[in-house]
């Protein structure tokens, strides 16, 4: 008899989290979570003013207080070489403040003690004096001829320029504008805002005063590579520092740089020999850690005047805060800005950036934005809209003219970057018939003849994930590659380990599914481990939506070297030879007599029990993946928006979003990081700003100030897809981590500027607060 066998399929299947069980019966296990004997707190104390010279540090009440073990202060870590540490963009950041203080919120000095809360008490008895000096709160500001010069610890930095770096090509691109009919402008401002994840950053650090070994939990997105940069910074060897990122609530890039509290705390640990914890306040993550965007942008596109777009000038300037921190590819000054062509085939671009130096946090590039491909979908979106109002064709249209057309695949774009796969007309055909686009114009105009306004806004935005081939992508040096390792034990339940580190993605679930795909060991049999160095593969970490585009890559090709070697095994076990083998997803059948079958369980337990003479026995592999290209998924997002004359509150009424993420392996989990990346492009439009005063006090330090969307505001989301697979990802995924965020922000805003586009509004800056709102009604004659 034959059995007729069909595995069960494991892609595109919305498996429940496995992680899920440990953290809805409240048993994840965080960083403060953890308390080992003898455990000390530590407690930074912060400057008040955002630029003031140090003229002393009196420390000695503080030391005083009973339960206070010691007060670390820069002078202490320049003793021993710390008072520095180098950022990931090679700059060199402050760990505690020496000479001066370049920000507001800047770690100033330390107190370790036996509870927490004496140690946060012993820093208001900390006395510092300082002399105030001027502010810089702007980059314009900063690039000023006499603007004082905030790195002055540099001996040789005599302005605030930190970067000038160009894309593109700017004859070909002058030529362009030259043939064009019509050259459309426009400028823009990307508020400064912060991922603000529930758990603020952390860590605590073991140093064993015997074995001098460093075991530190670390709230980090990229434990070897922060590994790799303790050893640079405290001379360890790497060998005997352990990087363990426990559960991580949320990290949204702000845990991938390293801060000044790491690195005290750790300090401190060896200096004392106990265990030290540190857990950062709300308001020192908001006020210190890795912001994003705060990038001004002027471009203007060259148009024919039947709309095909010619070229595109761009020029870009960033406030980097006091310390170039991005942590993004080193050749790359700034992040893959020079994306910015979209989803347009623009033959000719030229694209300008500058960065400088400000009175502000440092940390750049955080929150969902793959490098700053955020702000340069932003701008060519915005652009795009702009230049629809003054051609008066419709936004669809002018998009249909210019977009990528699936035949240019892999397309190379006029700043270099090779699109390896996409269908922008599909995505966006899909979001327009779900939105009922003809139906919502008409409603629109008649909306418009009773008064109300109505605005409908679009972005057909493409991303640029998963960094990166190496030959252009290193951080520091180290390339951009990442890897699996993957064993199957005897009885056929196998353990993955991977570089990256999961924050809230779900890496325990769908990376199982990869090998389950791959093996047809299910997923339930496979533990996925990560976030700890000793005992997992190197690699680079979670950021950027690399995961899926490298460790998943790696997770998928490690899977097909161990079927490899299965399929020898059941050879050897059915005793017939490889090549008459057939993978039927989950076992070996032999062609011809499919009844004659191996499962992979089966397999397996012959790699430790019966393995042929001259085979190693095991099963088991580990595989770096240096992918060939990055991904590039897209998305066709809409929004319609109803706008109140009387107070410039505007309401969502339908939010539709279309995304192509090529294979899909958990639909679930992909609709959960699309909803979230909504909700937080939702916010960047709506309400979350970082702001300062002219004297550099952060306006946004607490969440009563800097506002995040609750599930109240937070508008409904009617989700869509596309596929189109990525040729060179072994199982045609592209990852989707960040494509809500870099997304949706245009979309809101062009719906919210298009209720009022008839009135001659074409810009409004997030985020789109009601009193923006109101002037801007108010300036067009709209407000009632
Ligand atoms: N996935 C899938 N099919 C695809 C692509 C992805 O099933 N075609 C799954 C992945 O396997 C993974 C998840 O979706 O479980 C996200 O995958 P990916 O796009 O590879 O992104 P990363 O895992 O690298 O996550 C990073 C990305 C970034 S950079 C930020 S910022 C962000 C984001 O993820 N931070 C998050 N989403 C977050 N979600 C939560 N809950 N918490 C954060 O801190
Ligand atoms: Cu830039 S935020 Mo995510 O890449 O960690």
Known sequence: MTTEHTAEHWLGRSVKRKEDDRFLQGKGNYVDDINLPGMLHMSILRSPVAHARINSIDTSAAAALPGVVAVVTGELLAQHNLAWMPTLSGDTQAVLATDKVRMQGQEVACVIAEDPYIAHDALELIEVDYDPLPVVVTPQQSLEPGAPVIRDDKEDKQDNRIYHWEAGDPEATERAFAQADRVVE????YPRCHPAPMETCGC???????????TIYMTSQAPHAHRTVFALVAGL???????????????????????PGYVVATAASLLLGRPVKWIEDRTGNLISTGFA??????????????????????????????????????KLKAGLF?????????????????????NKAPGGVAYRCSFRVTEASYFIERLVQTAAYE??????????????????????????????????????????????????????????????????????????????????????????????????????????????????????????????????????????????????????????????PTAGAATAVVSRKLRDK????????????????????DRFQVR????????????????????????????EGVTYYDPPNMTYPFGAYAVAVEVDRGTGQWKVKRMVAVDDCGVRINPMIVEGQIMGGLTEGFAMAAMELITFDELGNCIGSNFSDYLIPTSWETPKFELGETVTPSPHHPIGAKGVGESATVGSPAAFVNAVVDALAHAGVRELEMPMGPDKVWKALAEAGLAE
């Open 186 to 189: 426009y400028e823009t401002f």
């Open 204 to 214: 605590v650090a073991d140093v064993n005063p015997v074995t001098g070994k460093a």
């Open 237 to 259: 060897p790497e060998h005997q520092i352990q990087i363990i990122s426990p559960d991580i609530g949320g990290g949204f890039g702000n845990k991938v740089p390293v801060y």
């Open 293 to 330: 965007r705060d990038f001004y942008m002027k471009g203007q596109l060259a148009l024919r005047e039947d709309g095909k777009m010619l070229g595109l000038r761009v020029n870009m300037l960033s406030d980097q805060g006091y310390a170039y921190a991005d942590a993004q590819p080193s």
């Open 338 to 358: 020079h994306i910015v062509t979209g989803s347009y085939d623009i033959p000719a671009a030229h694209v300008v950036t500058d960065g400088a130096y400000t």
């Open 391 to 548: 051609l008066g064709v419709d936004p669809v249209e002018l998009r249909r003219r210019n977009f990528i057309q699936p035949e240019q695949f892999p397309y190379t774009s006029a700043t270099g970057f090779v699109y390896d796969s996409g269908n922008y007309e599909a995505a966006l055909d899909k979001a327009l018939e779900m939105l009922g686009y003809e139906d919502l114009k008409a409603e629109q105009e008649r909306a418009r003849q009773e008064g109300k306004l109505i605005g409908i806004g679009l972005a057909t935005f493409t991303e640029v994930v998963g960094a990166g081939p190496s030959k252009d992508y290193d951080i520091l040096g180290l390339k951009m590659f990442d890897s699996a390792e993957l064993r199957v034990h005897p009885t056929g339940k196998a353990i993955l380990k991977i570089g990256v580190q999961t924050q809230g993605q779900g890496h325990e679930t769908t990376f199982a599914q990869i090998v389950a795909n791959e093996l047809g060991i299910p997923p339930s049999d496979i533990l996925v481990q990560h976030g700890d160095t000793d005992n997992t593969p190197y690699g680079l970490g979670t950021y950027a939506s690399r995961s899926t």
């Open 566 to 585: 299965a399929r020898e095994l059941a050879a050897h076990l059915l005793e017939v030879a490889p090549e008459d083998l057939e993978w039927v997803g």
């Open 592 to 619: 011809g007599a499919p009844d004659r079958q191996t499962t992979i369980q089966e397999a397996a337990f012959a790699a430790y029990t019966n393995h042929p003479q001259g085979m190693e026995a095991g099963l």
